[in-house]
Nanobody, 126 residues
Framework: QVQVVESGGGLVQAGGSLRLSCVVS????????MGWFRQARGQERKFVAA??????????EDSVKGRFTISRDNAKNTDTVYLQMNSLKPEDTAVYYC?????????????????WGQGTQVTVSS
């Protein structure tokens, strides 16, 4: 059974930091790049960051470049992806989700496989 569990969100003041984690059981993500998406209230879910299977390079949406860092851990029985978020801004407030992703060209990363967790809420106060 596949489980996707995001955690690490919370309430933080502007300029603060959070580290999000996403643990995926079942190894179904093991052959894929992994990514983070976020959905602010009333808006569509949008791409934030992605990391290749090798873990050697991250890709970022422009507004988070230089502030967020994505990493992954391909352990024996699970796949874990992290998102270190520094210098947080109120506009980063959203529910954050992780997913397997594929590169569909021109720097676009698209969710793959259709597995999502419940998300983790990040709230940044001004």
């Amino acid at each position: 059974q596949v489980q996707v569990v995001e955690s690490g969100g919370g309430l933080v003041q502007a300029g603060g930091s959070l580290r999000l984690s996403c643990v995926v059981s079942g190894r179904i993500f093991s052959g894929y790049a992994m990514g983070w998406f976020r959905q602010a209230r009333g808006q569509e879910r949008k791409f934030v960051a992605a990391i290749r299977l090798s873990g050697d390079q991250g890709y970022y949406e422009d507004s988070v470049k230089g502030r967020f860092t994505i990493s992954r851990d391909n352990a024996k029985n699970t796949d874990t992806v992290y998102l270190q978020m520094n210098s947080l801004k109120p506009e980063d407030t959203a529910v954050y989700y992780c997913s397997a992703v594929v590169n569909t060209g021109r720097g676009t990363w698209t969710p793959a496989l259709g597995y999502w967790g419940q998300g983790t809420q990040v709230t940044v106060s001004s």
